[in-house]
DNA sequence: CCGGTAAGAGCGAACGTTCATTCTCTTTTA
DNA sequence: TAAAAGAGAATGAACGTTCGCTCTTACCGG
């Protein structure tokens, strides 16, 4: 008897997602119908019903393929030799780069990670994945001797989340945020901080 | 021959906004029902519904009580005579003492400001003053000499801005996140950026 | 190679629930 | 006593999900 084709599932699900995607960036994920989904997906509730079992699944669904996403644009500039270079594109890419539409699905995911507990595992990993990602690239780059030995990683890798974070945001509040204006301080600040040219090697003391 | 009470008037709405406001901080605007705002407020929704015409309309209220809030927070301070001093003070206050409840709701606002007109218009308003009541108190500080006058001051209040909000995402996503670690690196970013001690006075040159 | 067929793929109306808002009514008070 | 203040059931629209149905196609016995 005939048998599921695997490979068209994979490319339903796909469209389904890419679908979702544009429209829980743009109008959230509750605002958005399943109706809508299925007219942007091209197709009938009841077969969309065979691919997700929820909407829910679908917001799963898209949060992770998003954080696979990232984890491979990291990962292709893993081991480069010149941190710097190497930190300003990164910078660009994930400042400027990003279309309005993946910071906008990003504000969304966050907003929704805060009562969604299932949308939370996913972020916390990617996050827990990002900086492990960002400590791993200081620790290379300070045993080449390119920053300071005597930095509190952790504070600086706060502090860089933090910043891109606050980047994020204000461009997914504030349509005509140019991010591009301020790469410059970011990655001034950044040398700062790595360069341990300040008191910023000693920024990190827990208090108390 | 009987004629409304303004005072009591003011009084019901203000029940309504508070009750509304620790629900909406929890839950979020499109989870939290009218009737358990109603509940909160120990009020039937047709006597609520006389306080506000919508719920729209009670989320609106609540974005500009809190300007109105934070902008008295900033007036209290605004023309002290040690900045950094002063500075450290509000960051404090910004970063650490408000509460989960004011940072979540916080969360919200700019999340139902993406798609909400009348929401955006009032968070717009709220960051032009906010901007503006920085960049005054740099003015202010470099006349005196505390600072350096060779800065961008545009790019430098940007970035703060970008941190504030970054600070407050993470306090929003990440329930435990320790906000006062990252006030004394916080402090000394805030201290390069406006000692001009290095490449920072000409960080906010535009490109191109 | 060739129908026949059973399961996959797809459709869209209908269901049941939820929820903002309204309507009608009672209670309170200047 | 008339209007304000309040109550709570009713309304009607919106929306996620389901159900019963048709169409399509890969496989199998002949």
Chains 1, 2 share one sequence.
């Not at 959230?28 to 809508?36: P, S």
């Not at 299925?38 to 992770?64: D, H, Q, T, V």
């Amino acid at each position: 008897m005939r048998h599921a084709n695997a490979q068209l599932q994979h490319d339903r699900r796909d469209v389904i997602l890419s679908a979702a995607q544009r429209l829980f960036a743009r109008m959230g994920f509750h605002q958005t119908t399943m109706q809508q989904i299925c007219a942007a997906a091209g197709m009938s509730p009841g077969n969309l019903y065979r691919y997700f079992p929820s909407k829910e699944a679908i917001i799963a669904g898209i949060a992770e393929r998003d954080r696979a996403d990232v984890a491979s644009q990291f990962a292709s500039v893993e081991n480069a030799p010149d941190f710097f270079a190497t930190f300003a594109v990164l910078a660009h890419h994930h400042f400027v780069e990003r279309t309005a539409d993946e910071v906008g699905l990003c504000a969304e995911i966050m907003s929704e990670s805060r009562r969604n507990p299932a949308i939370a595992r996913i972020m916390n990993e990617f996050d827990k994945d990002v900086i492990a990602r960002l400590k791993s690239m200081l620790r290379a780059a300070a045993e080449r001797g390119e920053i300071s030995r005597d930095i509190d990683f952790d504070a600086v890798v706060s502090m860089l989340m933090v910043i891109a974070d606050g980047v994020w945001w204000r461009r997914a509040v504030e349509p005509n945020f140019d991010a591009k204006s301020v790469l410059p301080l970011f990655m001034d600040i950044t040398r700062y901080m790595l360069l341990g040219g300040g008191a910023a090697n000693s920024a990190g003391e827990k208090s108390k």
